[in-house]
Each structure stands twice: as structure tokens, then as C-alpha cells.
């Protein structure tokens, strides 16, 4: 039986090491003015040190440029690409298709992950930018498990699918929160360009939800209340041959993501090693998650087995 990848995103080069010695095999990083909702910001050098480092330890990268380009920032996206050939990235995520467009006049040989967050929802989508290039594609977020799995064995291409954290809810390409600080007269410090994380909550008094909303170079986010976790629910999309697991960090401390990483790591090895074991700690490995799980961030199993209300 096929191992999934274990996909994670780090937050800094300080990262890179422990995530690898906690059992992921792949990362995703860039910057923020090609790629979307980044649990950190790897420019130039950075980028380079983080391939190296990765490399070293068996575990592949995937470049970011997955944001909406608009006319401005065309011309960048070819020398983009060819720096990130020269750093050794594995394949470039994206949602537009110019990047697909350019990559084949100017990295022809890099692989391609086909993301766009929200329209990935049959397999024949999947199939069509598959035979336009593409080698994976990452599922949206809102497929229950039944729908995952009916994709992945009619698809051509690899399937990706996240399994932890917070998703996106909604987003904008304007600064709708710097916006409207500047309307009231006053400044905002909301945007660090290279930090995402403002702090800031969208309260829902009714339900009790608190939605985190941030704002960087690609406009406002809104994420979940919830952060998704199926530790407990691998065995299914394991004998599906799902290719890969993505645990996102983004807003998440360091500390936190390498846990969570471990534990995915040993649910992932039982369940294909030693499934007994793994159906007895199943249960076990997601009241460890539950137990460093921010107080404002319950768990839920996201749209694999429900219709949601947010």
C-alpha cells in the first residue's frame, strides 16, 4: 500500500529541521506577493536555504503561486520561475492559469499542482488540468469523504486534500479592514507585509464563533472558526491512495504544528504498518491534539462528514 505524503507548511527556516525529524516529507512555502494564506515568508535567499535544508533531509518543496495575478505582476511570474528552478523546487503550486501558460515556455520541466482552494470539486476538473499540464490537484475544501474518494479513483492526476487546520472562508482582493480604518480618519498597522498574523476576530455573538481575518499583499481573509482534524478518520482515504496529506499551519505556533505533525506521522505509519494498533489509538491521538489545541480553535472534521454552517 502506497505511503500518503505528509505536506505541512512552516513558518520560518527555524521550522524546517523539526518538521522533517516530526515526520513530514513535503513543504510549501514562498512569498506573499505570489502565493496565498503563507504560514510564513521565504524570499530569495530564505527560499534557497529552505530547499537545501529540505533536500538534506529527504523532503521535497513546492513552491507557492497560487495567488490571482493581475496585469502588474505578469512580467514577474517567468524570472520568478526560473528562480525557483535554479533553488531546486520540486513543482510550483498555482490557481491561475498564466502561471500554467508561462511554466511552459519557461521551466517546462517543472511539475505542476493544480490549486485554486474552491473549484477543484470532480474529477473531471481534476482530469482537464491534468492533461493541460498539471501532475496533482488539490481538492477543495468543502468535499465530504464520499466525494474525495469517487475522485481520486477516477482521476489521472495525484490528489491532495487537507486533513489539518483552518481553511478560508472568504476572500477579498481589496484591504476591506485598511479600508475601513482610513474611512473612519485613522491609521492602521493592521498589515505587516511580511507577517500575516494581525490578531484580528470577526465575533459571532450568536453562534459563539470567533473567525480569525487577516490582511496581507493579496487582500482580506476570513478563515474557520473551527480547525479540522481527522486523525482519527485516515484508514478510508489511505486505501483510497490519496497521494497527499496537508497539515496547514497558517496562525498556528511552530511548537504546535511540529506536534501535530508527529501524530499524524504515527496514525499515518500504523494505519498503513500495523492497522490493529492503529484502530486502538486512534482515539487516543486525537484527545493528545485536543489537549494543545488553542482554547478559541475546537476541532471539528470540517466537510468530510457534514453539511457546515459558516
Known amino acids: 500500500m502506497k505511503k500518503p505524503e505528509l505536506l505541512v507548511t512552516p513558518s520560518s527556516l527555524y521550522d524546517l529541521e523539526p518538521l522533517a525529524e516530526a515526520g513530514a516529507t513535503a513543504f510549501i512555502i514562498g512569498e ?18 529552505a530547499v537545501r535544508i529540505a533536500h538534506e ?33 520540486d513543482a510550483i503550486v498555482f490557481g491561475d492559469p498564466a502561471v500554467l501558460m508561462i511554466a511552459r515556455e519557461t521551466v517546462p520541466e517543472m511539475k505542476l499542482h493544480w490549486n485554486t482552494e474552491t473549484t477543484a470539486t470532480n474529477w473531471y476538473t481534476c482530469n482537464y488540468w491534468g ?37 478560508c472562508m472568504f476572500q477579498s482582493k481589496r484591504s476591506l479592514i485598511g479600508n475601513y480604518y482610513l474611512y473612519q480618519g485613522k491609521e492602521m498597522e493592521v498589515v505587516n507585509k511580511s507577517k500575516v498574523d494581525t490578531g484580528l476576530l470577526l ?22 472558526p473551527n480547525d479540522m482534524c481527522i486523525i482519527d478518520e485516515l484508514p478510508e482515504l ?3 491512495g490519496v497521494d497527499s496529506f496537508k497539515i496547514d499551519g497558517i496562525l498556528q505556533k511552530s511548537d504546535y504544528i511540529i506536534e501535530v505533525t508527529k501524530k499524524y506521522r ?26 494543545i489545541q488553542p482554547v478559541h480553535r475546537p476541532l471539528d472534521t470540517g466537510f468530510f462528514f457534514k453539511e457546515t454552517v459558516y
Do not use: W
Not at 506573499?32 to 536555504?49: I, N, S, V, Y
Not at 499540464?133 to 491532495?160: F, H, P, Q, W
Not at 465575533?203 to 481573509?221: A, M, S
Open 238 to 240: 489511505i486505501d483510497a
Open 57 to 89: 533531509k529527504g523532503v521535497k518543496v513546492y513552491a507557492a503561486m497560487n495567488a490571482i495575478f493581475h496585469n502588474d505582476k505578469i512580467d514577474e511570474l517567468a524570472d520568478y520561475m526560473l528562480f525557483l528552478q535554479d533553488a531546486g523546487a
Open 131 to 167: 492533461r493541460k499540464g498539471a501532475k496533482r490537484a488539490v481538492l477543495a475544501r468543502e468535499l465530504n469523504m464520499d466525494a474525495i474518494v469517487e475522485t481520486k479513483e477516477n482521476a489521472e492526476v495525484e490528489i491532495e486534500i487537507q486533513v489539518h487546520g483552518m481553511t
Open 32 to 49: 506573499q506577493k505570489f502565493g496565498l494564506r503563507l504560514a510564513g515568508e521565504f524570499k530569495g535567499e530564505d527560499f534557497k536555504k
Open 203 to 224: 465575533h459571532d455573538k450568536e453562534r459563539e464563533n470567533k473567525y480569525p481575518v487577516f490582511e496581507d499583499e493579496n487582500g482580506t481573509h476570513i478563515m474557520s
Open 266 to 291: 504515527k496514525a499515518i505509519d500504523l494505519c498503513i504498518e500495523a492497522r490493529d494498533q492503529y484502530e486502538e489509538v486512534r482515539d487516543a491521538l486525537l484527545e493528545e491534539i485536543k489537549q
